[in-house]
């Protein structure tokens, strides 16, 4: 072995023993996987897919026992679950932003799927910017490893070969891939949980797909494309204010509404219960409606 490879090896195995220290194991009934201590008083995060019932869950803390753990809430847009168990001697890891790190960067996954913490050793694969789940939720980066996802894995921390966690290690949010949900995403889903016990997002009760504006109304409106309706709930908030099937949204307050993604990222908590104008093409004519959205309680309703 090469002193490169002998201080690789010294580094991994010392990231493994100080961040190991700070996951846990989840049973929740037929589904089981990892989690990452949150706060000295008992949150833990876990990845919402391996919760399979909401009561009778488990976590297998550091120091060996197994208690009874609480779900606060759950977001699977993100992928995300936040429980809460009453156990003593609960420390948390060091986190770390993704200021610095690069694709080729040496990182690790660690999961406790039995008693003793379990770690897999990968590379950065992908790091890019602010993007959007496929349930319509901003994770501020996209954070792609090749560590291979052993079972019990998902909801363990990806960490770097100094044990500093830069996130949650997940392969339910993209499929084929192992990603990590980053350090400013869980800070802001795991305020929501702990404030609502879940995220609270805008509807308006419709479903959409991207379409081509005629010709001539591309220079007039803006934009080349923008939402087709193709489904209305009667009782929804869009229903309710006039929209209706064949209208083809462009706007949102103001705001181009071109693919569905600029939908979901407009349809925020803030939206709830505040009328906002949105602007369609209906027969070749620009109409604006008032609509006032509700709370989405699906994951996919826009």
């Known amino acids: 072995m090469t002193q490169a490879h002998a201080t690789l090896s010294d580094l991994a195995a010392a990231a ?18 990892s989690g990452i201590i949150w706060s000295a008083d008992g949150l833990v995060v876990t990845a919402d897919h391996v919760i399979h019932r909401e009561d009778g869950i488990t976590v297998g803390v550091p120091a060996g026992d197994t208690v009874p753990a609480v779900l606060v809430g759950r977001d699977p847009t993100t992928d995300v679950a936040l429980l809460r168990v009453e156990a003593a001697g609960l420390g948390v890891p060091v986190w770390r932003d993704l200021d610095g790190a690069k694709v080729g960067h040496v990182v690790l996954a660690l999961g406790r799927p039995g008693r003793t913490v379990r770690a ?26 090749d560590a291979r996802a052993l079972a019990g894995f998902s909801g363990g921390p990806l960490v770097d070969t100094a044990g ?85 949204i462009v706007a949102l307050d103001g705001h181009p509404v071109r693919r569905v993604d600029d939908l979901w990222g407009l349809l925020d908590e803030g939206r709830i219960g505040a009328a906002v104008t949105v602007r369609v093409v209906r027969a070749g004519q620009i109409q604006d409606l008032a609509v006032v959205p509700a709370e989405r309680r699906g994951a996919r309703a826009e």
């Not at 846990?24 to 037929?30: L, Y």
């Not at 050793?121 to 319509?136: F, V």
């Open 16 to 33: 493994v023993e100080a961040a190991g220290r700070h996951v846990v194991r989840i049973d929740a009934r037929r589904r089981s996987g």
């Open 120 to 145: 897999a050793l990968g590379i950065l694969s992908a790091i890019g910017g602010a993007w959007r789940t496929q349930g319509g939720a901003a994770v501020e980066h996209y954070v792609e490893t």
């Open 164 to 248: 500093r966690v830069l996130g949650l290690y997940t392969a339910g949010l993209v499929r084929g891939a192992a990603l990590a949900v980053p350090l400013g995403t869980l800070r802001r889903v795991v305020d929501a949980l702990r404030a609502h016990g879940r995220i609270r997002r805008a509807y308006l009760g419709i479903a959409t797909h991207a379409a081509a504006l005629p010709a001539a109304l591309r220079d007039q409106v803006g934009q080349r494309t923008g939402l087709l309706v193709f489904s209305v709930e009667p009782d929804g908030p869009a229903g309710r204010a006039g929209v209706v099937l064949g209208d083809t």
